[in-house]
């Protein structure tokens, strides 16, 4: 159809029935037929096939919608879920950290002094320790510390030491142990302990 078609039935009715046409009565009668017949076709789609869509595609627009809410509040749900997770998990996490670590600023001779209790009630006498303290990855609020110390005693009395360490409520790990004979008969026991500490100051000093 051209684009600058304009339709108009009533000047296209005169047209038609414009000159000889309007002579013969059966010309007229079919060509108003034809209008009337043309008029309720278009009538007949804008009743059963609105612009917007039929009542079977609107009912399945619907669905759609409604299938795409409830995935979404499904993730929602599953979102939430993660978060109550997360926030039980630090607070396991603040929970164990306040338990089994200690803080940084007491913590050289604590742990110094708990370690050499131990080993004084097993029958173990102290000598020297070193201390190092590294940072730990991902983390501005707990660092790792090393203790190696060095005691001198008996098989037994280093027993009872190290199930001493293994029983002690602080989270302290046992990353080397060695143990020579010494002339008098006794041990030179040399332990590394690894421990983490906290900083409740990150970024400050000590």
Excluded: C, H
């Amino acid at each position: 159809m051209p684009r600058n078609f304009n339709w108009n039935p009533r000047g296209f009715s005169r047209q038609l029935l414009s000159g000889r046409q309007m002579k013969d009565p059966r010309v007229a009668v079919r060509l108003i037929l034809g209008l009337l017949l043309i008029a309720n076709i278009v009538a007949a789609l804008l009743l059963f096939r609105p612009w917007g869509g039929s009542a079977e595609d609107l009912a399945r627009q619907m669905e759609s919608l409604k299938a795409q809410l409830a995935a979404r509040q499904l993730r929602l749900t599953q979102t939430q879920g993660i978060v109550e997770k997360v926030r039980k998990a630090r607070s396991a996490g603040d929970q164990f950290m306040s338990a089994y670590m200690v803080s940084r600023r007491s913590a050289f001779s604590t742990l110094i002094s708990e370690a050499n209790k131990m080993a004084t009630d097993a029958g173990m006498k102290p000598r020297e320790t070193s201390l190092t303290l590294e940072p730990v990855e991902g983390s501005d609020t707990v660092a790792q510390l090393t203790i190696s110390a060095n005691y001198e005693g008996s098989y037994a009395s280093l027993f009872k030491f190290v199930n001493s360490l293994d029983k002690s409520p602080r989270f302290l790990i046992i990353e080397a142990l060695s143990a020579t004979p010494q002339q008098s008969g006794a041990l030179a026991v040399n332990v590394k302990l690894d421990t983490f500490i906290r900083d409740q100051n990150p970024g400050g000093t000590s």
